[in-house]
């Protein structure tokens, strides 16, 4: 939770705040938020501005003119762009989030899209970091 707080501003170019964080600098659990953040900025009223459009906002997000994402970042919203749209209709009908049982299909897209990052994590998961994190209990 407090590398969402601290990191969901950062952007993959560098360019963002608290710290000017770039790239994998920035903990995957803040870049996720980051993007949900900025969908929901983006398709929201605010007192300073009207709600965009679901694909006005996807626009904005896939081209990087609202901050820039990682590739696999946006590979992922791209195959969560379905549930993103329903979710967002849903709430500006209703005013609440329904939340729905995952697919297969869609839980299989989504592993594939994340395949290289687990790959990435585990590659540095060594017996001896194990070892040393449960020293830390």
Not at 63 to 74: N, P, R, V
Request: with cysteine; aromatic share 8%; net charge negative.
């Amino acid at each position: 939770c407090r590398d969402i707080c601290l990191y969901h501003h950062e952007r993959w170019d560098g360019k963002g705040y608290p710290k000017g964080l770039r790239g994998d600098d920035i903990p995957i659990s803040a870049q996720i938020v980051s993007v949900a953040d900025c969908y929901d900025a983006l398709t929201s009223d605010r007192p300073y501005k009207n709600a965009l459009s679901h694909d006005e906002a996807v626009e904005l997000i896939m081209t990087g003119a609202c901050g820039t994402f990682s590739e696999q970042l946006l590979n992922c919203f791209r195959i969560a762009l379905p549930e993103f749209e329903r979710i967002e209709r849903n709430f500006k009908a209703t005013g609440a989030v329904e939340i729905h049982e995952v697919t297969d299909a869609e839980r299989e897209a989504l592993k594939a899209a994340l395949q290289p990052v687990y790959d990435e994590f585990t590659s540095v998961i060594t017996p001896e970091l194990i070892d040393g994190i449960n020293g830390l209990k």
